[in-house]
């Protein structure tokens, strides 16, 4: 797909929208991203009210709060980027990786944040998000 607005910052502005946990759960979510050539950075802001179940570690509660992400745009899909934050759970350290595509016109954000959580918990859970520009 070509790039929304000519290509230079696409990804520049606040999305908002809901994220859906792979247990049904949801919070609300907004995402300031910034982006300079093929770099995007920004802040993630989660609402209460996502959980997911970290298999062998239990469900948890995601609390509500703001993380710095920051990532890239591929170069041979300037529609698609992947951004990633880090978290400290519990005593273990946790990625979560932003995969998302925006639309055509430029107006929604789609994707999936990807969690790897320790070997010893036995699943990756997955959040599916959809956000609209604001």
Do not use: K, M, W
Request: contains cysteine; glycine residues 16%.
């Amino acid at each position: 797909l070509p790039a929304v607005g000519g290509g230079a910052a696409a990804f520049n502005g606040r999305f908002a929208g809901t994220l859906t946990s792979d247990d049904g759960s949801t919070a609300p979510v907004s995402l300031d991203l910034t982006q300079t050539g093929s770099t995007v950075a920004g802040n993630i802001a989660i609402g209460d009210g996502l959980t997911i179940d970290g298999g062998n570690c239990g469900a948890q509660a995601i609390p509500a709060g703001a993380r710095s992400v920051s990532g890239q745009v591929d170069p041979s899909n300037p529609n698609h980027i992947e951004v990633s934050a880090g978290y400290e759970v519990q005593g273990f350290n946790i990625t979560a990786e932003l995969i998302a595509d925006l639309a055509p016109d430029g107006n929604s954000l789609n994707g999936r944040i990807n969690l790897s959580l320790p070997f010893l918990c036995g699943r990756n859970p997955v959040i599916a998000g959809s956000l609209a520009r604001q």
